[in-house]
């Protein structure tokens, strides 16, 4: 399983940004696809989920400016960010899980600054 995450990059407050994860798997529409994110010397943190059926998961830090979405056709998930805060800044991770397995993208970094 290989997962590639693009679309970070520098933004001011306020702005947004759209995040993009391709998986090399087949059968994709099965797995959870979701986004972490983390600062360097601080845990990853869940930002949001979404399982095969399209059902969403968000963390109260970034409900209501998020969103997550998926194209099974196209074997890629997205992370919609809007009204990026500075608090916001940090490397993000994409993942798939299937049961028990987790696998993680290689992440890719947004800055949210003035």
């Known amino acids: 399983v290989q997962l590639q995450a693009s679309g970070g990059g520098l933004v001011q407050p306020g702005g947004s940004l759209r995040l993009s994860c391709a998986a090399s798997?087949?059968?994709?529409?099965?797995?959870?696809m979701g986004w972490y994110r983390q600062a360097p010397g601080s845990q990853r943190e869940f930002v949001a989920s979404?399982?095969?059926?399209?059902?969403?998961n968000y963390s109260d830090s970034v409900k209501g400016r998020f969103t997550i979405s998926r194209d099974n056709g196209k074997n890629t998930v997205f992370l919609q960010m809007n009204s990026l805060k500075p608090e916001d800044t940090d490397v993000y991770y994409c993942?798939?899980?299937?049961?028990?397995?987790?696998?993680w993208g290689q992440g890719t970094l947004v800055t949210v600054s003035s």
């Open positions: 798997v087949s059968t994709f529409r099965r797995y959870v």
């Open positions: 979404i399982s095969s059926g399209g059902s969403t």
């Open positions: 993942y798939l899980r299937w049961g028990s397995a987790v696998y």
